[in-house]
């Protein structure tokens, strides 16, 4: 497990060994993981997005894609 991201708007943690990414959308409390392909793809256009800086715009763009596969309910505790 390796935590990518932990910003105020997104929690991103690679899980390499299985070729994996979770990603919790802190602003809408929803979460998913990605696998594979879709998994890969989003560490590209996340490193991206982290390259413009700490623009949450840039963060938005990249989460837009992505907002079907955000599903599951990300509960604090």
């Known amino acids: 497990m390796h935590i990518v991201l932990n910003n105020p708007a997104l929690y991103v943690v690679a ?3 299985v070729g ?3 990603v919790i959308d802190k602003r809408r ?4 993981l990605l696998a594979g392909d879709t998994a890969l ?3 590209r256009e996340l490193e991206s997005a982290m390259s ?6 840039e963060f938005d763009l990249c989460l837009d894609g992505y907002d079907a596969l955000l599903t599951q309910p990300a ?3």
Do not use: H, K, L, N
């Not at 409390?29 to 998913?32: L, V």
């Open 15 to 17: 899980y390499p060994s």
């Open 52 to 57: 413009q800086g700490d623009d949450s715009s």
């Open 29 to 32: 409390a929803r979460g998913g």
């Open 41 to 43: 793809r989003f560490r």
């Open 75 to 77: 509960i604090y505790q």
């Open 20 to 22: 994996a990414i979770e």
